[in-house]
């Protein structure tokens, strides 16, 4: 079973960095995708950023620019560093996991991936 764990979240001010990370135990593997999403209650889950296992990476509109999809390999960990934040980037940035995925870059829809974790919250005030 794959376990998806992340941290980092925080309350910033519009203009500011946070970093999130998330850590995968249980079983690994060798072909991958790993990707962030964003829940806002009575909105759609949104796809941020995601990364496979030979580091390709895809990034929503929305983010570009602004927000870096990387991984430590050596600690199962993968990380989203988030700069010049903005109040609509507010909501709960869940970490979801996907072995052995066909597309690359890694798809940044929910309906890719099985494994999730419960979520850090982001919130940026204006």
């Known amino acids: 079973q794959v376990r998806p764990v992340e941290s980092g979240g925080d309350s910033v001010q519009s203009g500011g960095s946070l970093r999130l990370s998330c850590t995968v135990s249980g079983v690994y593997y060798t072909t991958y995708c790993m990707a962030w999403f964003r829940h806002v209650p009575g909105k759609q889950r949104e796809g941020v950023a995601g990364i496979d296992s030979e580091d390709g990476t895809r990034y929503a509109d929305s983010v570009k620019g602004r927000f870096t999809v990387s991984q430590d390999k050596t600690t199962h960990t993968m990380y989203l560093q988030m700069n010049s934040l903005k109040p609509e980037d507010t909501g709960l940035y869940l970490c979801?996991?996907?072995?052995?995925?066909?597309?690359?870059?890694?798809?940044?829809?929910?309906?890719?991936?099985?494994?999730w974790g419960q979520g850090t919250q982001v919130t940026v005030s204006s």
């Open positions: 979801a996991v996907q072995p052995h995925c066909s597309i690359r870059p890694p798809l940044i829809t929910s309906l890719a991936y099985d494994n």
